[in-house]
């Protein structure tokens, strides 16, 4: 991506086709006017909801995307390392068994290491609760 101009190319083919990113003022979001939308969060779950079906065509949700995508890892601020850390968290998140999926998304963990030392905390006690039930459910 170009820094600054706002044109990002596309891995496309021969990369004749490029997309601009508009930055959209807070009157033009799509939130309630709460501010949501400068929420990385708020972006993640935006960009991994996404369907097709939502938008005008393949323009724009490939547009809709990347714009979700930068608010979201927010690569103007963070370093490569903090947004692979982001990106390792969420995907650790989504593999953990449900139980302990829940127990590690409530307490907000800001990094993997976090969301790991949350995970075997849970793990631990919910192993001496019921060592043999829980097994079978791993």
């Not at 939502?54 to 990347?66: C, D, F, Q, Y």
Request: aromatic fraction near 6%; hydrophobic fraction near 35%; proline fraction near 7%.
């Amino acid at each position: 991506m170009a820094a600054g101009s706002g044109v990002v190319p596309l891995p496309l083919g021969a990369g004749l086709c490029t997309v601009k990113v508009e930055e959209d003022s807070p009157g033009n979001q799509e939130s309630s006017g709460s501010g949501d939308w400068q929420n990385p969060e708020t972006s993640r779950k935006q960009f991994r909801q996404l369907r097709y079906q939502e938008v005008a065509g393949p323009e724009e949700a490939l547009s809709r995307l990347w714009e979700l995508c930068r608010r979201w890892l927010r690569p103007e601020l963070l370093s490569k390392e903090q947004i692979m850390e982001l990106l390792v968290l969420e995907q650790f998140l989504t593999i953990l068994p449900q139980e302990l999926q829940a127990y590690v998304r409530d307490h907000s963990p800001e990094s993997g290491e976090e969301a790991a030392a949350l995970a075997r905390t849970l793990q631990r006690a919910l192993d001496r609760a019921s060592p043999q039930a829980w097994k079978h459910e791993l």
